[in-house]
């Protein structure tokens, strides 16, 4: 059995995993969801929203499960996991990357990303309160175009404004901690959020165990939850590796 704690994207919340989750408790894992502040159910203001106090979040639910716990981050949840596992690296087993921001040390997501999001840019604005937004009318073909149109319809209905500061800090990494500790990348190639040669590049740079590829679009945990929950079985048991 593994321990896993899951890490929503931007815009997004714990309820995206709702699909998948359950696949992998009926495998006998032990898989959370949490809230990021600000996000889903979590009441944080936006101003005090911050890269640091997604990481204590993060910190906690570790806490709560124990040690050898794997994290396992979507898309702008990427950049939360990876500054999680510096600050908890003696309880994290490994992390797992889903078409998701890999940055390196001292990088911004823009930096790790490149022209990666390009597409998105004009799909988004901001909120009166300085939230970032994404039209509802892009939403389901940004992230859910693989996905059955019901599916697409409920998930689009929970998305909500994102603060732009998570993505705008600077990780600080080690070798001794973050960079010893075994981490998989999940790439999405009909991805039309985090574009597939984004996702390769961020991989190829920073370094990651193993490579899995799916066939569909920015959300595998909707569109293709059965064959997500495969690939982070054959994870959690061992995956074969040698840093790439």
């Known amino acids: 059995m593994a321990q896993l704690v899951f890490v929503h994207g931007a815009w997004h919340g714990a309820w995206c995993w709702e699909r998948l989750l359950p696949i992998l408790a009926g495998k006998g894992h032990e ?3 949490i809230d990021l502040p600000g996000s889903g159910r979590d009441q944080t203001p ?11 979040q993060v910190a906690a639910a570790v806490d709560r499960l124990g040690d050898n716990v794997w994290l396992v981050g979507h898309s ?16 994290i087993a490994g992390l797992i990357y889903i078409a998701a921001m890999l940055p390196r040390s001292g990088e911004v997501c ?7 999001t390009a597409v998105i840019i004009d799909k988004l604005y901001f909120t009166p309160d300085g939230m970032i937004a994404v039209r509802e009318d892009a939403i389901a073909d940004l992230f859910y175009g693989e996905c059955e149109e019901s599916d ?11 603060p732009g500061t998570i993505a705008m800090t600077r990780p600080t990494l080690s070798d001794e901690r973050y960079g010893r500790i ?3 990348y999940v790439e999405c190639l009909r991805d039309r ?3 597939p040669h984004a996702q390769m590049a961020m991989y190829q740079r920073a370094g990651v165990d193993r490579v899995f590829t799916m066939d569909t ?3 595998p945990f909707l569109s293709r939850p059965a064959e997500l929950a495969e690939i982070m079985e054959e994870i959690v048991g061992g995956a074969p590796g040698g840093r790439l």
Do not use: F, M, N
């Not at 936006?46 to 204590?56: G, T």
């Not at 697409?152 to 994102?162: E, F, I, L, R, S």
């Open 217 to 219: 679009d920015h959300s």
């Open 76 to 91: 702008l949840g990427g950049a939360t996991i990876t500054a999680a596992a510096e600050q908890a690296a003696g309880r």
């Open 193 to 195: 959020a985090i574009l």
């Open 110 to 116: 823009s930096d790790a990303v490149g022209d990666g």
């Open 152 to 162: 697409a319809a409920w998930a689009t209905g929970k998305v909500q404004p994102q």
């Open 182 to 184: 075994p981490r998989y």
């Open 46 to 56: 936006p101003e005090e929203v911050s890269l640091d106090r997604c990481v204590a």
């Open 31 to 33: 898989a959370v969801a």
